[in-house]
């Protein structure tokens, strides 16, 4: 299974940025998807999450309330929409999916991962 996640590049703070992933080789729809991003000399950390049919998001602290988690299950993509972007947010981004469905803020519980798209944002 690839994901394979797009989107990313430069933009100035303030800018909103959307990001998507996509399968090839089977359909993850009964999977949970996430999105997870990495800074330079960071840990991967968790930025947001969707259950199986939409219906339950969770977010990180860092972009709650200017981030959107989606999904398309007929198209086999899930989105992340970030607005207000700032310097901080400078990071590797990646999708994952999990499934177990069990809509996980860790790491270790994603099965599959794209190859990142990284986001610069300027100040």
């Known amino acids: 299974v690839q994901l394979q996640a797009f989107g990313g590049g430069l933009v100035q703070a303030g800018d909103s940025l959307q990001l998507s992933c996509t399968t090839s080789?089977?359909?993850?729809?009964?999977?949970?998807w996430g999105w997870f991003r990495q800074g330079a000399g960071k840990e991967r950390e968790f930025v947001a999450t969707?259950?199986?049919?939409?219906?339950?998001?969770y977010y990180a602290d860092s972009v709650k309330g200017r981030s959107t988690i989606s999904r398309d299950n007929a198209k086999n993509t899930v989105s992340l929409q970030v607005d207000s972007l700032q310097p901080e947010d400078t990071a590797v981004y990646y999708c994952?999916?999990?499934?177990?469905?069990?809509?996980?803020?860790?790491?270790?519980?994603?099965?599959?991962w794209g190859q990142g798209t990284l986001v610069t944002v300027s100040s």
């Open positions: 994952a999916a999990d499934r177990y469905r069990r809509n996980s803020d860790d790491v270790a519980d994603y099965t599959y």
């Open positions: 969707i259950s199986l049919n939409g219906d339950h998001t």
């Open positions: 080789g089977r359909t993850l729809s009964s999977y949970s």
